[in-house]
């Protein structure tokens, strides 16, 4: 009788995947961390310790991406230990490693993180100290609970394939969107400042057009130093937008 992966199996790459990053090498990186998260399965799939660490060291070589999106590699090394072709899981990790590094860097540390924060501070600012927990509790939910599982269910159901399926989730439009509300908000964030510092720009029935005026202007001047960023040295533009935030904040 076959051997095949169950939900058992899984959970126990699921739980094992918080731990992936425990074992880091400057030589290696994640090669340990890879080696013990399908340690179980491997061994399942295993009819010897000979086979067994045969298989174990296939995965002894470098690797290194996102720890989210390296449950897509967990998924697809399920569905190819179970097929008999664990062969293959070498060179699909380093076919999509690099890719998904970018991406799930780009997703998970540099947009979704930096969002969430954006909002907790938000709501710090207007006293809710419950905007901290915000941060914590969503971005843990999205990526430490859901993104870990999701990944791998994903891996194992559509196997090497899965890497259109990703495509097709559009991710980068999710970037590109999260991005621009973001500059939206640090501008927000800014006028939050303005107001609980020195109760300026106060926002009432009698000076609401005043109030959206300077709003939408330092909205216009983050957007504007951001695009900015992009066609000269990062550092000179932040220091331009840094020093005249700060006039503004003195100014005023």
């Known amino acids: 009788m076959n051997k095949r992966i169950t939900l058992g199996d899984i959970f126990k790459v699921y739980f094992r995947s ?61 569905n190819l230990i179970e097929k008999g072709e664990s062969n293959k899981i070498k060179k699909f990790k380093f076919e999509t490693m690099t ?55 994903m891996g194992y159901k559509y196997g090497q394939r899965v890497i259109f399926k990703i495509a097709e989730l559009d991710l980068q439009k999710m970037i590109s969107l999260l991005k621009q509300s973001g500059l939206f908000l640090t501008g927000m964030l800014f006028y939050i400042l303005l107001y609980t ?22 909205s216009v001047i983050v957007y504007f130093f951001y695009n900015l960023n992009k066609k000269v040295i990062p550092v000179v533009s932040f220091l331009i937008y840094f020093v005249i935030i700060v006039f503004i904040y003195i100014k005023f």
């Open 99 to 153: 890719s998904l590094a970018g991406l799930g860097d780009a997703l998970s540390w540099g947009i979704i993180k930096s969002f969430l924060a954006l909002i907790g501070m938000g709501l710090i600012l207007f006293n809710h100290i419950e905007g901290f927990l915000i941060f914590f509790v969503i971005y843990n939910l999205i990526f430490n609970i859901f993104f870990r599982f999701f990944g791998i269910v």
């Open 18 to 78: 918080f731990l992936y990053q425990n074992v880091l090498n400057e030589k290696y990186m994640q090669n340990f961390g890879f080696m013990f998260v399908l340690y179980p399965v491997l061994k399942k799939f295993s009819n010897s310790v000979e086979e067994l660490k045969k298989e174990l060291m296939i995965h002894f070589e470098y690797f290194n991406t996102n720890p989210y999106f390296a449950s897509f590699v967990f998924g697809v090394s399920l």
């Open 197 to 218: 510092k020195y109760k300026l720009l106060e926002w009432n029935s009698k000076h609401y057009v005043i109030s959206i005026f300077y709003f939408l202007i330092i």
